[in-house]
């Protein structure tokens, strides 16, 4: 019930092309559904996060996609830089829990 | 702000050693979280803190882990006796409140031989 699945495990994309990553969870208390991006000896860092009342959220280049139906969000990166590459991980969480519960992470790899 | 600063950065010890960690959390933030980081495992939950007090330790793999958060500055994780198998990237995290972000810290990596 706690457990966030993602996928791919890796992705290669040529510069300026779109990174798609998915998430799906079980869980349909969570509330709460950021991204995070982490480059190697770093902490992961927020990308990105959205709630379930809205079903997309852009910034900049990343935009969140909320399917509450089918309990699944996505990642999109429009445009990817080179600067992009590193692991993504989507995380989920529900009101007066905190913690957040992390997905297995994708390794991005963005070509010049 | 300095963000959560955790030390050391690595760590290198032998199996039965006690190893410590720490982490200074952001001032002003009341929850503090401690994630371990493997290959095999990804991203796990070992303990949170919530104004100093721990809400949920399910995640500490057993008893040879311990956590204490002593006051809202600073938070230690103890392993007391260490094994190889405890050798991961382990990270600190606070955030200033419920369904806010977690700003985590760079981390520690231990290695245990």
């Known amino acids: 019930q706690q457990q966030v699945k993602q996928s791919p495990q890796s992705l290669i994309v040529q510069k300026g092309g779109i990174s798609i990553i998915n998430c799906a969870y079980e869980?349909?208390?969570?509330?709460?559904f950021p991204w995070y991006q982490q480059f190697p000896g770093k902490g992961p860092a927020l990308l990105i996060a959205i709630r379930p009342d809205v079903s997309e959220k852009k910034e900049g280049r990343f935009t969140i996609s909320f399917n509450k139906s089918a309990k699944q969000f996505s990642l999109h990166i429009m445009d990817s830089q080179p600067g992009d590459s590193a692991t993504y991980f989507c995380?989920?969480?529900?009101?007066?829990?905190?913690?957040?519960?992390f997905g297995s992470g994708t390794r991005l790899q963005v070509q010049p | 702000d300095a963000g959560v600063i955790q030390s050391p950065r690595h760590e290198v010890t032998e199996m039965g050693q006690e190893v410590t960690l720490r982490c200074k959390p952001i001032s002003g933030h009341n929850s503090l979280f401690w994630y371990r980081q493997t290959m095999m495992r990804g991203l796990e939950l070992l303990i949170y803190f919530n104004n100093n007090v721990p809400i949920d330790d399910s995640g500490m793999p057993e008893d040879r882990f311990s956590a204490k958060m002593p006051n809202a500055s600073f938070s230690t994780l103890k392993i007391q006796p260490s094994e190889p198998r405890d050798s991961a990237v382990y990270f600190c995290a606070s955030s200033p409140g419920g369904g806010s972000a977690l700003h985590f810290g760079n981390g520690t990596r231990l290695t245990v031989t």
């Open positions: 869980n349909t208390a969570f509330d709460y």
């Open positions: 995380a989920a969480t529900h009101t007066g829990r905190r913690a957040l519960t």
